[in-house]
């Protein structure tokens, strides 16, 4: 038996889904040889899963199994705070942030996957209608992922490249608020990271 655990936001939560997301849909594909461990919290930024991975991580790792840490975040760090007139969390300080994270997990598991961050759909999302004072918009979005595409490059650690890709498809229909998924987009959240996470159980 293999330990896969998720840290994100709301979208690997699963918001908007009733089955769960991407990450009950992978868990229910590998349910027989791999526990996966869904540790999605909506609005969380990477600070956040700095406060909690690693004491999260302790209470599930089994030292004599396989353990798969995955990050999925980013989104939210991208956010541009109208009153402040800054993003939620700054690039140097998000690149931190990925720097201190990684550092911390393999100290946990040497086996370390990040997924990448997801496009929204603009005219929905500036400003975003419950929460008016943020803003989700691809041009700041399209910043983050870079830093955190080059991030995992530098260090060799396996990346999951879904902007780009959903930016070449149709992908507003694959939303249902402008940010989070609907079920055709979980799906196809579904397909680019299950192969990448299956070549590891």
């Not at 461990?37 to 004491?55: C, K, Q, V, W």
């Not at 959903?166 to 055709?184: A, F, T």
């Amino acid at each position: 038996m293999k330990n896969i655990l998720i840290w994100g936001d709301s979208i690997t939560y699963g918001h908007g889904d009733s089955k769960g997301g991407w990450a009950a849909r992978f868990q229910e594909k590998v349910w027989d040889k791999t526990l996966v461990y869904n540790l999605g919290i909506p609005g969380d930024t990477t600070a956040e899963i700095l406060g909690r991975f690693e004491f999260e991580a302790r209470q599930r790792v089994d030292p004599g199994e396989k353990t798969i840490l995955v990050f999925a975040i980013g989104l939210n760090d991208s956010i541009f705070l109208n009153d402040r007139g800054i993003s939620q969390t700054s690039i140097d300080q998000f690149i931190k942030n990925l720097h201190e994270i990684y550092t911390r997990a393999k100290n946990i598991s040497s086996h370390v996957l990040f997924v990448g961050l997801t496009p929204v759909d603009d005219t929905k999302t500036n400003p975003v209608p419950w929460a008016p004072n943020k803003v989700y918009k691809n041009e700041y979005i399209a910043k983050y992922d870079q830093m955190l595409k080059s991030f995992c490059r530098e260090s060799s650690i396996p990346f999951v490249d879904v902007f780009s890709v959903w930016r070449e498809k149709n992908y507003i229909g694959w939303l249902y608020d402008g940010v989070h998924p609907n079920k055709e987009g979980y799906d196809k959240l579904l397909q680019l990271i299950s192969p990448r996470l299956e070549s590891t159980v």
